[in-house]
């Protein structure tokens, strides 16, 4: 048998009442959220019972997924469920790098929240936007980028599909030549153009914040969304500049794969990181958290 990873979510997959059935079944999950409302009170009544427009906001969807994320995998290794790698897209490294040991759940409560806060900061100084370009080449994404200047491929998330962050403005035109060259441009349900050079204040503010953080060496193997291999020993320099670059989503899949992992867990709502990896390879079993708790109810 090979090893097992976690992989936790980035925005765009939340959903109100994400999350609460776990919360009212299973005292671990409890625990997490409970630590959440006393540094961020409310945190838990967002998640249950907000509204999609409310969770769409980056200052509220990054310190409610952290807790979300946190309180399914808390759940998980209560029933003795355990990574040998860890790894998150874009928000989710956050949590994975609280998993991992590379600091407190606590710790990593206060730093999402000021990341979300960061972030939404710059979100708002600009009008941008971000979308999932399908059916087109890496090489064709980056020819259309190069063109409009504004927009700027962020998230190279699997074969076939490339994410895009840029001013909202040269969206629709984007899209347009995007459609003509035989793809697609998804809008996503983000608020800002992440990973791109519009981030830039935010990850150098939040540079700040990690460097006052007690930060140490993660304990379970923690991939880097910037460098697609394991974080290197200065945890907090590679996470404040990984806001301002892309993610190498399916570079770190197949670099987990070759180190030995054939068993991926999606850890966060819905199955976005399970169909990712999927179409990265077939030879590897992806699933979500709520069917491996399925699974095991069953057995």
């Given at each position: 048998m090979?090893?097992?990873?976690?992989?936790?979510?980035?925005?765009?997959?939340?959903?109100?009442?994400?999350?609460?059935?776990?919360?009212?079944?299973y005292p671990?999950?409890?625990?997490?959220?409970?630590m959440?409302d006393?540094?961020?009170?409310?945190?838990?009544?967002?998640?249950?019972?907000?509204s999609?427009?409310?969770?769409?906001?980056?200052?509220?969807?990054?310190?409610?997924?952290?807790?979300?994320?946190?309180?399914?995998?808390?759940?998980?290794?209560?029933?003795?469920?355990?990574?040998?790698?860890?790894?998150?897209?874009?928000?989710?490294?956050?949590?994975?790098?609280?998993?991992?040991?590379?600091?407190?759940?606590?710790?990593?409560?206060?730093l999402?929240?000021?990341?979300?806060?960061?972030?939404?900061?710059?979100?708002e100084?600009?009008?941008?936007?971000?979308?999932?370009v399908?059916?087109?080449?890496?090489?064709?994404v980056?020819?259309?980028c190069?063109?409009?200047?504004?927009?700027?491929?962020?998230?190279?998330?699997?074969?076939?599909?490339?994410?895009?962050?840029?001013?909202?403005?040269?969206?629709p035109?984007f899209s347009?030549?995007?459609?003509?060259?035989?793809?697609?441009a998804?809008?996503?349900?983000?608020?800002?153009?992440?990973?791109?050079?519009?981030?830039?204040?935010?990850?150098?503010?939040?540079a700040?914040t990690?460097?006052?953080?007690?930060?140490?060496?993660?304990?379970?193997?923690?991939?880097?969304?910037?460098?697609a291999l394991?974080?290197?020993?200065?945890?907090?320099?590679?996470?404040?500049?990984?806001?301002?670059?892309?993610?190498?989503?399916?570079?770190?899949?197949?670099?987990?794969?070759?180190?030995?992992?054939?068993?991926?867990i999606?850890?966060?709502?819905?199955?976005?990181?399970?169909?990712?990896?999927?179409?990265?390879?077939?030879?590897?079993?992806?699933?979500?958290?709520?069917?491996?708790?399925?699974?095991?109810?069953?057995?």
């Open positions: 090979g090893k097992v990873a976690f992989v936790f979510s980035g925005q765009g997959a939340q959903y109100p009442g994400m999350v609460k059935a776990l919360y009212e079944v671990a999950a409890r625990d997490v959220f409970d959440c006393a540094i961020r009170p409310a945190t838990s009544a967002q998640c249950f019972e907000g999609e427009a409310a969770l769409q906001e980056t200052a509220t969807t990054q310190p409610c997924l952290y807790a979300m994320e946190l309180a399914a995998a808390a759940v998980l290794t209560e029933k003795g469920i355990a990574p040998d790698a860890v790894a998150g897209f874009s928000l989710g490294e956050v949590t994975a790098a609280a998993f991992s040991g590379a600091f407190s759940r606590e710790t990593g409560f206060r999402v929240c000021r990341r979300g806060e960061l972030m939404q900061q710059e979100a100084r600009f009008d941008t936007a971000m979308a999932a399908v059916k087109l080449s890496e090489a064709q980056r020819e259309l190069e063109k409009h200047g504004d927009i700027y491929p962020v998230n190279f998330n699997c074969p076939g599909q490339i994410t895009v962050s840029g001013l909202a403005e040269r969206m035109e347009a030549e995007v459609k003509a060259a035989g793809g697609r998804l809008p996503l349900k983000v608020k800002g153009a992440f990973h791109s050079p519009y981030m830039r204040r935010a990850a150098d503010a939040f700040e990690l460097r006052a953080a007690e930060i140490r060496t993660p304990e379970i193997t923690l991939y880097s969304n910037m460098t394991p974080y290197p020993d200065d945890v907090a320099a590679a996470l404040a500049q990984q806001i301002v670059s892309p993610v190498l989503w399916e570079r770190l899949i197949r670099n987990m794969i070759d180190s030995g992992v054939d068993t991926f999606e850890i966060g709502p819905g199955k976005t990181l399970t169909n990712m990896i999927r179409k990265i390879s077939g030879e590897v079993a992806a699933k979500t958290y709520e069917e491996l708790l399925e699974e095991a109810q069953t057995c």
